[in-house]
Nanobody, 123 residues
Framework: QVQLVESGGGLVQAGGSLRLSCAAS????????MGWFRQAPGKEREFVAAITWAAGSTYYSDSVKGRFTMSRDIPQNTAYLQMNSLKPEETAVYYC????????????????WGQGTQVTVSS
């Protein structure tokens, strides 16, 4: 009932920046929050950031605080993740997710997931 499409991934050098976008369609009125997760090769999926749709309250993993910023454009039904000072270990597939409740940092809190976008940070 909600479709999510990520874009903006690519190759960037260490210390560089990248801006990811997540466009939502369908029953967007059911979205309480949106989040970003990432999965690096050989590692489990991990929480990166989340934002509540109405209030715009943001939450970040400790590893990205101060470097990443999540935002949303309500009329465009789009969430963004601005990533600065990127590190090689942050090379991963980044996934956008949308959900109606639960613990914001847990996979199970999200009902819908995008296809993912590859972010590669070179050293």
């Amino acid at each position: 009932q909600v479709q999510l499409v990520e874009s903006g991934g690519g190759l960037v050098q260490a210390g560089g920046s990248l801006r990811l976008s997540c466009a939502a369609s369908g029953r967007t009125s059911s979205i309480y929050r949106m989040g970003w997760f990432r999965q690096a090769p050989g590692k489990e999926r991990e929480f990166v950031a989340a934002i509540t749709w109405a209030a715009g309250s943001t939450y970040y993993s400790d590893s990205v605080k101060g470097r990443f910023t999540m935002s949303r454009d309500i009329p465009q039904n789009t969430a963004y993740l601005q990533m600065n000072s990127l590190k090689p270990e942050e090379t991963a597939v980044y996934y956008c997710a949308a959900g109606s409740g639960g613990i914001y940092s847990r996979n199970r809190a999200y009902d819908y997931w995008g296809q993912g976008t590859q972010v590669t940070v070179s050293s």
